[in-house]
């Protein structure tokens, strides 16, 4: 009974995204309506907790506020949603398909391997209904604090508590759990294990329908290797924020690769791939360095294309006026996309940024390191050695399959080939890829200066940061080199 | 040659549809093997919750911040159960309240597993036994002020 209930006290931030992520992206197939579907599901769970943390600042951890200030949001984007529809410019959410045997037979495989992966979250869970080491260490603990602490619910960031306990940690996670135990009245586990659930579905739901809607054989494939990967059904009964990070990044890389290849809408894409970084920085350390690696490949790319731009303008200035000032609208736009996706990201870049500032006491990484220390450290070469195999180790063994799934995909990709690009398309592959690949970096970085023992540190959490990234690279693997005609 | 290559393409994508399948099945006969009706409750964390109920009520009022001593604080053979798990399920239970590793508040819990309080204990860390709730949980206070 508490999981119903649970679901319904998230159902406005649920409902919510859905109309969000439904006015700012106009796909009406039917594949797209999924991907919206899954899509809105996370990113108004993530959203909704930083009014949550707001209303937790204004009116303390007991309150229904958060509640309220949902229904409140939900009002509002359904009054958006509804002037929309009035003017024709959005379609009622009913998906309808057209089912033949090639949909079906892998929408049957997919379905078969969802509720084995369900029977396998279910079977964990509830032999283990507060989830694992760092969900009674951090995620949980966090959200306990609040509930319990009533008027003093600061204690939560007491820098007495040992760092084990990382009070540092942004709250996306606690903040969901407090908004349905609040509602309740209950600290019941059923709250976050309904809310692993969610981001372990909408993960797979996320992925599968993107890739959809090019083809549903590749969709479904993609989908049943993240269901199959044993360490991420793991991680998801853990509780822990591992798989929420996931869905975030995933929804960001995939939003990014969309504005490349849409037609209309694209800085409303972009913007809802800022969201979705910076609800990533809000869910884990960890998610702000894919959001710094998100801005600052942006940001180098758009130096890239304005520097091309302006060669361009120099170059013409003594054409014909319209070719001037077609360059000119150009710039203009990359700028304005440019903009649109720190719009996007600034409402949990905001968050997290008083809630660093203001709340938040020092971290283990921070605390425990000194100026000559790191030097010392970034001279050790032994240090790149053990982190580099480390994460080569990690990368053969990603996701605990029965073989090796590295290897295999990259087998995949050379047979598939790469299909041929659009323009537009480059540049957001290439965006994506690199933001990967420079958040991978910082993290080896943050092994490399970590002021904890290297081997425990890599033995701990090397298998779990790559596993954040799976759900992101498999969607780009699929975009980049399997091509609808090769079926 | 392009047809050649379509049918490994369909050749690799059919091992990775088996590759998916064996991997759930594996992971089902897991879940299936590690199932047991009688186990449910039994997990570390509501187990722990059970052995310091009685501990949580005498908690109310002694304060937001709570001492923690175990094995290794007396120079006893520790496993990694004893020094963090342990100490962070203590915390999990008993939230709100912070636990503090060391004496140095008022009140202090003690986790000595198996061997339990030793009086000698006791003088090597400068508390005195308040209640035992067995298992080796105890909780102290500190001798001076």
Same mark, same amino acid.
């Given at each position: 009974m508490s999981t119903l209930l649970s679901l319904l006290v998230l159902l406005p931030a649920l409902l919510s995204g859905i109309f969000l992520v439904d006015l700012a992206w106009r796909d009406t197939s039917g594949a797209g309506r999924v991907c919206k579907f899954f899509l809105g599901c996370g990113l108004g769970l993530g959203a909704s907790t930083c009014l949550g943390y707001f209303s937790l600042l204004a009116f303390?951890?007991?309150?229904l506020a958060s509640f309220w200030l949902d229904l409140a949001a939900l009002a509002v984007l359904l009054i958006l949603w509804l002037r929309a529809w009035r003017r024709g410019e959005v379609q009622p959410l009913l998906i309808s398909f057209s089912f033949n045997r090639r949909i079906l037979l892998p929408l049957l495989a997919l379905g078969l391997s969802a509720a084995a992966a369900l029977l396998i979250f279910l079977s964990f869970t509830m032999l283990n209904p507060n989830g694992d080491f760092d969900a009674w260490t951090m995620w949980n603990l966090r959200a306990r604090f609040l509930f319990r602490a009533g008027a003093d619910w600061q204690t939560a960031f007491?820098?007495?508590?040992?760092?084990?306990?990382?009070?540092d940690y942004p709250l996306l996670l606690p903040l969901l759990t407090l908004k349905a135990w609040s509602a309740l009245g209950l600290d019941t586990p059923r709250a976050p294990i309904l809310i692993a659930a969610l981001f372990l579905f909408c993960s797979v739901g996320l992925l599968t329908a993107y890739l959809a809607r090019v083809g549903w054989l590749r969709a479904a494939l993609a989908g049943m290797l993240l269901l199959a990967a044993p360490r991420y059904l793991d991680l998801a009964a853990f509780q822990v924020a591992d798989v929420p990070l996931s869905f975030f990044i995933l929804a960001g890389i995939l939003l990014g690769v969309e504005s490349g290849r849409a037609h209309t809408h694209r800085s409303n894409l972009l913007a809802l791939a800022g969201l979705a970084f910076g609800l990533a920085a809000w869910t884990k350390n960890d998610g702000i360095l894919s959001l710094l690696a998100a801005a600052l490949v942006g940001a180098g790319l758009l130096l890239r294309q304005l520097l091309d731009k302006t060669r361009n303008l120099r170059r013409s200035a003594e054409s014909p006026l319209y070719a001037h000032a077609g360059q000119v609208d150009a710039a203009g736009q990359t700028i304005s996309r440019a903009a649109a996706a720190l719009l996007g990201g600034a409402p949990p870049f905001f968050t997290l940024l008083v809630f660093k500032l203001f709340?938040? @006491?020092?971290g283990d990484m921070l605390a425990g390191q000194t100026l000559a220390g790191a030097v010392q450290k970034l001279g050790d070469f032994s240090r790149y050695a053990l982190i580099t195999r480390a994460l080569l180790e990690n990368l053969w063994q990603l996701?605990?399959? @029965?073989?090796?799934i590295v290897p295999c995909l990259l087998v995949f990709a050379w047979s598939a080939g790469r299909r041929k690009l659009a323009a537009g398309e480059t540049n957001s592959l290439a965006w994506a890829g690199l933001t990967l690949a420079v958040t991978l970096l910082g993290y080896g970085a943050v092994y490399l200066l970590t002021p904890h023992p290297l081997d425990w540190h890599l033995q701990y959490s090397a298998d779990r940061l790559l596993l954040q990234l799976y759900p992101a690279a498999l969607c780009l693997l699929f975009v980049v080199f399997l091509e609808k005609e090769t079926l | 040659m392009a047809q050649i290559k379509r049918w490994v393409t369909r050749l690799v994508i059919g091992a990775l549809l088996i590759l998916a399948f064996v991997s759930l099945g594996q992971k089902l006969l897991w879940a299936q093997r590690i199932w047991?009706?009688?186990?449910?409750?039994?997990?570390q964390a509501t187990l722990w919750e059970q052995r310091l109920a009685r501990l949580k009520r005498d908690l109310a009022g002694k304060g937001a911040v709570i001492g923690y001593v175990s094995e290794i604080d007396v120079g006893m053979p520790n496993s990694l159960i004893d020094t963090n798990t342990e100490f962070t399920l203590t915390q999990y239970v008993l939230a709100p309240i912070i636990i503090q590793r060391g004496v140095t508040a008022q009140w202090v819990i003690g986790n000595f597993g198996g061997v339990g309080f030793k009086p000698e204990f006791g003088s090597q860390l400068g508390v005195s036994l308040a209640e035992d709730y067995g298992y080796g949980i105890v909780l102290l206070r500190r001798n001076a002020p």
């Open positions: 303390g951890a007991r309150r007491s820098d007495q508590m040992h760092w084990m306990f990382h009070a709340l938040a @006491p020092p996701g605990e399959y @029965p073989l090796p | 047991n009706s009688a186990a449910l409750s039994q997990d």
